[in-house]
């Protein structure tokens, strides 16, 4: 490989390209595949909203909480090694999910997958981001956000296919086939590790305290609902307590899982807080659009994963467009724009009642929605990846995902209770609650492009990193100041 990463277009890149695409797509497949599949699980299950809230959010609760971890592991042992051991282990919660014969099953099965999740998803950016040229990195960031777009927003369709054409127990086990080319591809991808990991320790404390406190708020927020019951609200204090712990944590510990030096970077920051309110938005309304298809309008599996179709075909088309554009321009514009855009297609969703048709009562919301999805997200996550220094690759990626997860962990968890959503009570009649949601998830939106507008610099571009810094000391990680190499002088890169 020549020094400063392969060239976009090369053989390299496409294998890179491909193995990323695969392994991360199969996470963000199951997580919007779940979606369309909950009806049909809460039937079969006899699950109420309590249960199927826990079947997204288990998954969510240990893939935010470990996802740090993972990154970490990637930088220290190898990124393409953790990644196929995240591979491997979250086939196996799948063919567990999908031979699931209870709630409670489903429930540890969708943890484990989490668990899985976090190993790969970071990695799988992570090999990427090493892999190809600084310079080209905002058109490879691009085509993997529209092609892991594609995975999830062509989840409902998927999933609804065969939730209808035979059980929602395949939407689980889809994954097990898939997981074949992923392993062929990363054979042709090279290894990168960040050398000035190896001599430390592992974050172990970091680790328990993140994920017991993601658990214990998650749990309390679905259990305590409307009601002030004093177990759920132990538990959610409890939780927020140990996340405070988890922050001392890491400012005090010689190797944190995550470094507070990342966040010193002003560009780094506000890209994450952009994460934060967008991704909330995404995570409360994605789960009650689809839902709401269903049990409110009487579409099919099916049909409402064919009404999602839209958002499928213009992140394909536009996602890599906007890593282009953003590369030339400079990423606030678009991390802007593309929110305020996407708060619109949620003000139109949220309008959709009952008898309304499609082309003129869901299909305006969801193609506007589409349109802003693909504007944000190929620069919001080249905007992260470019605000830190070469080394931190794996953890940067793995800060942001965590971010976006956490954003959804907390959507599903708190959006319903909020909005006041009833999901039994549901019909002809109306959606208790919908419109509430999804007006809430709009102004959500629309803090996030306020934070963009406010916190997001144009950058300037300078001399890229070369992909031999990988292999040499780093010199002034994550530095914050005006002159160092983050996304600030890294436009080039997003």
Do not use: K
């Amino acid at each position: 490989m020549a020094a400063g990463g392969v060239a976009w277009g090369t053989a390299a890149a496409r294998w890179a390209l491909l193995a990323a695409v695969l392994g991360s797509g199969m996470a963000f497949l199951d997580g919007t595949i779940v979606n369309v599949a909950l009806p049909a699980i809460g039937e079969d299950l006899d699950a109420d909203l309590t249960g199927l809230q826990w079947v997204l959010d288990s998954y969510l609760v240990t893939l935010t909480a470990l996802v740090l971890l993972g990154g970490s592991l990637g930088d220290r042992f190898g990124r393409r090694r953790i990644f196929l051991v995240g591979v491997v282990i979250f086939v196996v919660a799948s063919a567990a999910c999908g031979a699931a014969p209870t709630t409670e099953a489903l429930v540890a099965a969708r943890a484990l997958q989490g668990v899985g999740g976090a190993l790969l998803v970071p990695g799988s950016l992570a090999l990427l981001s090493a892999t190809i040229r600084s310079t080209d990195r905002s058109r490879a960031v691009g085509a993997w956000s529209g092609l892991t777009g594609v995975a999830s927003a062509g989840g409902p369709l998927l999933g609804g296919y065969l939730v209808d054409a035979a059980s929602w127990r395949l939407a689980f086990l889809i994954n097990l086939p898939l997981a074949v080319p992923v392993f062929l591809a990363a054979r042709h991808v090279p290894e990168s590790v960040d050398p000035d990991a190896a001599g430390g320790h592992l974050d172990i404390p970091g680790a328990l305290t993140a994920a017991f406190g993601l658990a214990l708020l998650a749990g309390g927020l679905i259990e305590g609902g409307v009601g002030w019951e004093p177990l759920p609200v132990a538990a959610a204090v409890t939780g927020v307590a140990l996340l405070g712990l988890f922050v001392v944590i890491e400012r005090r510990s010689p190797d944190p899982m995550l470094p507070p030096a990342l966040f010193a970077d002003r560009q780094f920051t506000g890209a994450n807080l952009v994460t934060f309110a967008v991704y909330a938005g995404l995570g409360g309304a994605l789960f009650l659009v689809v839902v709401g298809l269903q049990v409110a309008l009487g579409y099919s599996a099916l049909s409402a994963g064919l009404a999602m179709l839209p958002i499928t075909l213009l992140m394909l088309a536009l996602s890599a467009r906007a890593g282009a554009l953003a590369q030339r321009i400079g990423p606030r514009l678009p991390m802007t724009i593309g929110p305020l855009v996407v708060a619109l297609g949620l003000s139109l969703l949220a309008g959709v009642s009952p008898g309304d048709g499609y082309v003129t009562g869901v299909l305006p919301g969801v193609l506007v929605f589409g349109l802003g999805l693909a504007a944000t997200v190929a620069p919001l996550t080249a905007t992260v990846l470019g605000a830190v220094d070469e080394h931190h690759l794996g953890v940067g990626s793995a800060a942001n995902n965590a971010v976006a997860r956490l954003a959804g962990l907390l959507a599903v968890a708190v959006l319903p209770v909020v909005a006041g959503v009833d999901i039994a009570g549901a019909g002809p009649e109306g959606f208790p609650g919908y419109a509430t949601a999804l007006r809430i998830a709009a102004a959500l939106c629309v803090v996030g492009a306020g934070v963009a507008a406010a916190t997001i610099r144009t950058a300037s571009p300078t001399e890229p990193t070369t992909q031999a810094s990988i292999l040499q000391p780093c010199q002034h990680p994550c530095r914050a100041d005006d002159d160092a190499p983050g996304l600030e002088g890294a436009a080039s890169r997003s």
